[in-house]
C-alpha cells in the first residue's frame, strides 16, 4: 500500500472575531497521510467510514488511505497481525473487535493521552473498561453491536401469530409452519431461520447465545474456570444442529453476516439472527421486505435457568504505535467516535451508538423507536471470555467454532465437540499473557 507523506503543514489559526469559539492545535502538523484500516463491506459500513474519514481530511487539510477490510472478523485479525508483526507504519488506525484489546494491546498506543476521564465518562463504562488493558486505554468505542431475532411481521400476521417467539421451541414451530407454507404457495427457495453458522466468529456469537440462553454459561467464566462441556451447552448444540436442513438451508454452515442477510432481504426467510446494521438496509426504499419486519430479543429455552441472549459485539479504534502520525491519527479517532458522527451512524446505517445520551436522542428515537424499546437487551448483553482469556482469546474461539461447525455438519456429536473444546482450552486458559 503506498501512503503519500505529504508533510506541509497548513494548520490555519483564525483569530479575531472567533476567539474563544475556535480552537486550532498548532502541534498539530497538518497535510499528512493517515492511514485509516477500518469497516469491511458487510453492509455499507465501509463505503460510509470512508465517506466520514474524508470528512475530517477535508476539514483538517489531512489525506486519507483507506484499507478496506474482508468481511470475516477472523480475515481482518490475520491481516492485522501481519501489519503488526511487519510494525509497519502504514496503517495509523486499526478498526478493532470487542474482543481483540487483550491482543492488540502491545501494538497500541495509550489513548489517554488524548482522552480525558471527562471525555471517556460519555462512553459506556463497561466497553471503556474491555478496551483498557494494564491500565492503558487501547481503542476508543466506535459502535457497539448485540445479536437480535428479525421477524417477518407480514408473514406472522398471515400465519396467524400475534407476537414473534419467545423460547427457541415456539421459533421452530413457527418458522416451520410459516416455511410449509410458502413453499405450497410456490416459493420454494424459502426457508424458517437463517444465521451465522460458518467456522468463523460469527458462529462464536451465534453459539453463545444459544448456549447462554439454554443457561449454558459463557465458557469459560470470569474466573479463568472452563465450564463449556455441561449439559445445557450440548442441548444448545444437539438444537441448533437439528435446526441445519429442516428450518435453515444445509448452507447454513458456510454463512456469514451478509449470507444470511441477502436471503432474508430477497424475501425468502421468516426470521433471521443478525446484528443491528440490517435494519436500515432491509427498510431501504428498493429491499423487498422494507415495511414488513421487526426486531426484538432472541428467542430463549424453556428451561429454570433459561435466559434471553445478545452476544455482546462492537467495534473500536486504536491509533498504532507504529504510527508516525498519532496526533493525526487520535484527532481523526475523536471524530469518528464523536456524538455527532455516531448519531449519524444510528440514524443512517442503524449501528448501535456507544454514547449512551445518544439513545435519549429525538431524532435517533424517531429512526428507529426499537433502540429506546431494546436498550435493555444491549445493556445486559453477554461478553464472549476475551477479558479472561486476554491475548488467547483468539486461539480459543477458533477451536470453539471449529468444534461448533463440526456439529451442525454433522461430523462430530455435541458432547464429543464440547469435550475436545474443554480438553483444548486448558493450556489456553493457564497461559494467558
Ligand atoms: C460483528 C460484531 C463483532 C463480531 C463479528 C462476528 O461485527 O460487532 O463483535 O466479532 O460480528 O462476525
Request: aromatic share 12%; hydrophobic share 40%; glycine share 8%.
Amino acid at each position: 500500500m503506498k501512503i503519500l507523506n505529504l508533510k506541509t503543514s497548513t494548520c490555519l489559526v483564525i483569530v479575531g472575531l472567533f476567539i474563544g469559539e475556535f480552537t486550532c492545535s498548532t502541534s498539530r502538523a497538518a497535510g499528512v497521510t493517515i492511514g485509516l484500516a477500518a469497516d469491511s463491506d458487510v453492509g455499507l459500513g465501509g463505503k460510509w467510514t470512508k465517506a466520514r474519514a474524508e470528512e475530517w481530511a477535508a476539514k483538517t487539510g489531512n489525506h486519507i488511505q483507506y484499507l478496506n477490510l474482508p468481511p470475516s472478523a477472523n480475515d481482518v485479525l490475520q491481516l492485522f497481525s501481519q501489519y503488526w508483526a511487519a510494525r509497519t507504519p502504514e496503517v495509523d488506525i486499526y478498526q478493532i473487535d470487542v474482543c481483540w484489546p487483550g491482543l492488540a494491546a502491545p501494538h497500541a498506543i495509550d489513548l489517554r493521552k488524548y482522552f480525558s476521564d471527562d471525555d471517556m465518562k460519555q462512553f459506556f463504562s463497561r466497553i471503556v473498561e474491555n478496551n483498557t488493558v494494564d491500565g492503558r486505554l487501547i481503542g476508543i468505542p466506535f459502535f457497539t453491536d448485540a445479536g437480535l431475532l428479525y421477524y417477518r411481521t407480514d408473514l406472522l400476521e398471515k400465519y396467524g401469530y400475534k407476537e414473534p417467539p419467545t423460547t427457541w421451541d415456539e421459533l421452530v414451530q413457527m418458522a416451520k409452519h410459516i416455511q410449509d407454507g410458502e413453499r405450497a404457495a410456490a416459493k420454494s427457495d424459502f426457508w424458517g431461520f437463517v444465521w451465522q453458522g460458518s467456522a468463523y466468529e460469527g458462529l462464536t456469537c451465534d453459539a453463545l447465545e444459544w448456549i447462554y440462553s439454554y443457561g449454558g454459561g459463557t465458557m469459560v467464566d470470569p474466573d479463568g474456570k472452563i465450564t463449556i462441556n455441561n449439559p445445557d451447552a450440548t442441548r444448545a448444540l444437539q438444537m441448533a444442529k437439528s435446526w441445519v436442513g429442516t428450518i435453515s438451508p444445509v448452507g447454513v454452515t458456510t454463512y456469514k453476516e451478509e449470507e444470511s442477510r441477502n436471503l432474508w432481504q430477497s424475501g425468502n426467510a421468516a426470521f433471521m439472527r443478525n446484528w443491528p446494521y440490517c435494519y436500515a438496509l432491509g427498510s431501504a426504499k428498493e429491499s423487498p421486505i422494507a415495511g414488513k419486519f421487526a426486531v426484538t430479543v432472541l428467542p430463549k429455552s424453556t428451561g429454570d435457568s433459561a435466559k434471553h441472549a445478545a452476544t455482546l459485539g462492537g467495534w473500536q479504534l486504536m491509533v498504532s504505535k507504529y504510527s508516525s502520525h498519532p496526533d493525526e491519527a487520535a484527532d481523526l479517532v475523536r471524530y469518528l467516535t464523536s456524538a455527532e458522527i455516531q448519531k449519524r451512524d444510528a440514524i443512517e446505517l442503524t449501528r448501535l451508538p456507544t454514547r449512551p445520551e445518544l439513545y435519549k436522542d429525538n431524532d435517533v428515537l424517531a429512526a428507529n423507536p426499537w433502540f429506546g424499546q431494546l436498550l435493555p437487551v444491549f445493556s445486559n448483553s453477554v461478553a464472549r471470555p476475551s477479558t479472561v482469556l486476554k491475548a488467547n482469546y483468539n486461539q480459543f474461539a477458533n477451536l470453539f467454532f471449529n468444534h461448533v461447525n463440526k456439529v451442525l455438519n454433522n461430523e462430530e456429536t455435541p458432547q464429543d465437540s464440547l469435550a475436545s473444546v474443554a480438553a483444548g482450552s486448558v493450556k489456553l486458559v493457564g497461559s494467558q499473557k
